[in-house]
């Protein structure tokens, strides 16, 4: 299994351009999720889903947008990009219900600044 | 609403001495609670959980940790660190019974010196 991936690893942007984060996972997990991480903050959720066609929104969801089409796939949108979005981004999976509850399995990350 | 604190953004320890990484917990249903470790420029990968079953829990690495509910801890610690122990641990909080969602303190750094 791959596990949890995430493209690209690093991005640079200007104010105002859009660009998708990819993330994908082979372990057939129905929870899926975005965290940023800022220094001396820890991780905080952006967006999580619970399934494909569900989504809700984490403690950090203005700039961004998600969907999932399907259980492998959770793309996360930057709209229009803003200097405050400059962070690095984890996506994270897991299984719902039985022993390995709440274990979430993260991906490499991706190191995003914005100018 | 569910919060977690960790006291010490930074520990320093000397090669083969204790390490002991703090942490507390808001929760309210009974929590899961987990601690994790970062290396540089890597994700974030489990060392050990708590999910209502034994409260001393051990890891991966020789770590283990304690959950204590009338102090709100759940507190790290390894009797003998080793250079390779040099990372960035995060402790988080979860709602327990199927709840996902994970509320990361804020972490601390571990140094490791000779």
């Known amino acids: 299994n791959a596990g949890v991936t995430q493209t690209p690893k690093f991005q640079v942007l200007k104010t105002g351009q859009s660009m998708t984060l990819q993330c994908a996972q082979d372990?057939?997990?129905?929870?899926m999720s975005w965290y940023r991480q800022d220094p001396g903050m820890g991780l905080r959720l952006i967006h999580y889903?619970?399934?494909?066609?569900?989504?809700d929104q984490g403690e950090v969801p203005n700039g961004y947008n998600v969907s999932r089409s399907t259980t492998e796939d959770f793309p996360l949108r930057l709209l229009s990009a803003a200097p405050s979005q400059t962070s690095v981004y984890f996506c994270?999976?897991?299984?719902?219900?039985?022993?390995?509850?709440?274990?979430?399995?993260f991906g490499p990350g991706t190191r995003l600044t914005v100018l | 609403a569910q919060s977690v604190t960790q006291l010490g953004s930074h520990v320093s320890v000397s090669e083969g001495a204790l390490v002991l990484l703090r942490c507390n917990y808001s929760?309210?249903?009974?929590?899961?609670l987990f601690w994790y470790v970062q290396y540089p420029n890597q994700g974030l990968q489990l060392l050990l959980k708590y999910t209502s079953a034994a409260t001393l829990v051990k890891g991966i690495n020789g770590f283990e940790a304690e959950f204590k509910k009338s102090e709100t801890s759940f507190h790290l610690t390894k009797p003998s660190a080793h250079m390779s122990d040099a990372a960035e641990y995060f402790c988080?909080?979860?709602?327990?019974?199927?709840?996902?969602?994970?509320?990361f303190g804020t972490g601390t750094q571990l140094k490791v010196e000779l």
């Open positions: 889903s619970v399934g494909a066609g569900i989504t």
């Open positions: 988080a909080v979860s709602g327990g019974g199927g709840g996902n969602k994970l509320t």
């Open positions: 372990m057939n997990h129905e929870y």
């Open positions: 994270a999976s897991s299984y719902v219900g039985g022993k390995n509850t709440d274990t979430q399995y």
């Open positions: 929760s309210s249903v009974p929590p899961y």
